[in-house]
């Protein structure tokens, strides 16, 4: 393609300098004219200026006409060809004033037949090394006649004469070779700088576009993340009054740990959601494709979506299909929840329809709506980060307005075209085109249970926050595990050799923040611990740290990872898991 468009910039170069060639054919043959009249025939004069002429019209005719047409590669080299039959009639043309004009016993017609000729042949250089087969063409029919005439009479002057001849040729012959190489390097050195340019203006344009965007998602994120903050803020403070006033009833503290559990579950909704689009910028969602059966998977989210639509007075319709598809069944069905959980929350009247419709060797899963419709010039917005057309007041029962931004990352990653297909007033259609099986369909995962309560175990705790620090030690304690913890890897050292002092002090587990004091990292921690144990030790991770770069340190350790805020179940399901060597979920 790079030498494509070389070749394209050299014939223009080529055509551009044939205007240039025409006023020089012009004054010089006024020249020639009047030199020659009176050495050659009248007729001869008139015919080859006749000739010359209309060689004139036909280059201008051409070179208009070439820079009023597109081109492309194949035609380019035909117009290249074209100014080379054009140049080498005019060297022709130009050749047969040589031989008509060498007359040694006419010293004024032969000087001027001379300079004429050595001057064309000398002009072609910078006019036509463009392509090279136009000037070595031009000048071998310029000076060929001019030779032959010169072998054919016997003067003094003709071996001198074609031996500066011959060295005229060469010398242009070398500095056409050295010329293209230099319009060539010039040519390649414009189009990269064009390149240069035009992608450091689309790179101004993203990170404009990225600033932007990083302004309204940290307005909406913090606005959201407030939200739940600010409900437990006015709990704690109910708690706290309560508390001062007297002992808080049993029912006061249960609606009160229901409402603070109501508002941390929603503020880690946010979190996970920000957590998962970090995950796929990140690249460390691993794709698990096996076969999957679309009857099973459209069983599934009909029983998932099946209490909503009734809640809504929705008509929710399923178009079964027996087909087999090849993809993620987990990311599938996390594709088509988001789409669907749009369709419910958007559509007020009517109905939300899932189905799907083969395409050759792929199959496109259609989820269909009543809904409010998406204008044109907003259908791609709708896939970005805290985009809400519907919902500019951040209504938390509206959704968070990430969930398209994770479906669009996450069909990306499986390679699944997606589409969007709306019109506003009458609804939607997204869809994700799957290929189709080859193989046997596997089941789909099934829902893990609710785990169990974890059995008693001795757990390193490293937590260099001391609030959280100790709301993790007691609830650990309750659980019935035995703890020691400490703010690094040097202080829980300490404690545990306190505790093998007075007696047995196992360690089965070890829980560390990823950051720590003094710039320590737990994946430091944990290396230090299990170097101090002299065993491997089974780890997890706490960390609010959600950054790509992180994301991917901490899944290349392979170490388990949870993501700030955790609730008792999450830690209790991470230790249970752990302890019995489960193996970690995709990070």
């Known amino acids: ?39 050659v025939s009248t007729s001869w004069l008139i ?25 492309n590669a194949r035609s380019t080299m035909r117009w290249a060809w074209l100014a080379a039959a054009f140049t080498w009639s005019s060297g022709l043309l130009w050749g047969t004033v040589g031989w008509v004009g060498f007359l040694p016993e006419e010293p004024i017609v032969l000087s001027f037949t001379v300079i004429v000729l ?28 001019i030779a032959v005439r010169c072998i054919q009479t016997d003067s003094e002057i003709t071996g001198p004469f074609l031996f500066l001849l011959a060295s005229l040729v060469a010398i242009n012959f070398y500095y056409c070779r050295i010329t293209y190489r230099m319009l060539r390097e010039t040519v390649s050195l414009r189009l990269e700088n ?150 419910f929350r958007y559509t007020k009247t009517g109905s939300v329809l899932l189905g799907c419709r083969r395409r050759g060797n792929s ?40 969930g398209l931004a994770i479906v669009r990352r996450t069909a990306e990653l499986l390679q699944h075209p997606l589409r969007l297909v709306s019109v506003p007033g009458r609804g939607s259609m997204f869809s994700i085109t799957v290929p189709l099986a080859r193989r046997v369909a596997s089941p789909l995962p099934a829902v893990r249970p609710s785990p169990t309560a974890s059995s008693a175990a001795g757990i390193i705790l490293v937590e260099n926050e001391k609030e959280v620090a100790d709301a993790m030690v007691g609830l650990l304690t309750l659980e019935g595990h035995r703890i020691y913890a400490g703010r690094s890897a040097d202080e829980v050292l300490k404690v545990h050799s306190k505790a093998l ?27 230090d611990l299990c170097s101090h144990l002299g065993r491997h030790v089974p780890a997890i991770i706490v960390t609010g740290d959600t950054s790509p770069s992180r994301l991917k340190e901490v899944s290349a350790s392979r170490v388990r990872i949870l993501h700030k805020p955790i609730t008792g179940e999450e830690l209790r399901e991470a230790i249970d898991a752990a302890l019995h060597g489960e193996k970690s979920p995709a990070q």
């Open 1 to 39: 393609m790079h030498e494509d468009k070389i070749r394209q910039a050299l014939i223009e170069l080529l055509y551009r300098s044939s205007y240039g060639v025409v006023i020089s054919n012009i004054v010089v043959s006024l020249a020639a004219i009047s030199v020659l009249r009176q050495a």
């Open 47 to 71: 015919g080859w200026v006749g000739a010359l002429y209309l060689l004139i019209l036909l280059r201008v005719l051409a070179s208009r006409r070439f820079f009023s047409r597109p081109r």
């Open 118 to 145: 050595s001057g064309l042949v000398c002009g072609t250089v910078p006019s036509l090394s463009a392509f090279p087969p136009a000037l070595v063409g031009s000048i071998l029919v310029t000076v060929l006649p």
């Open 194 to 343: 064009e390149n240069l340019v035009g992608h450091l203006q689309e790179e101004r344009d993203r990170a404009q576009a990225a600033d932007r965007a990083k302004t309204r998602f940290l307005a909406a994120a913090s606005h959201d993340l407030r939200q739940p903050i600010h409900a437990l803020s006015l709990l704690v403070s109910t708690l706290q009054i309560l508390g001062q006033r007297g002992n808080v009833s049993s029912g006061d503290a249960r609606d009160l740990a229901t409402r603070a559990k109501s508002a941390v579950g929603n503020l880690g909704g946010l979190l996970n959601a920000l957590l998962d689009i970090s995950r796929l910028d990140a690249g460390i969602v691993t794709i698990a494709n096996e076969t999957v059966s679309i009857r099973e998977l459209f069983r599934d989210l009909n029983d998932t979506f099946a209490a909503e639509a009734d809640q809504r007075d929705l008509d929710w319709r399923i178009v079964d299909s027996g087909l087999l598809i090849d993809s993620d069944p987990m990311m599938l069905r996390r594709i088509l929840s988001n789409l669907l959980s749009n369709a």
């Open 363 to 402: 199959v496109e899963i259609q989820v269909l709506d009543t809904g409010p419709g998406i204008p044109p010039d907003q259908q791609t917005m709708v896939f970005e980060e805290f985009m809400q057309l519907q919902n500019l007041a951040r209504d938390r029962t509206q959704g968070l307005g990430l």
């Open 501 to 527: 002092a007075t007696g047995g002090a196992p360690v089965d587990l070890i829980i560390a923040d990823y950051r720590l004091e003094h710039g320590a990292t737990g994946l430091d921690a944990i290396r």
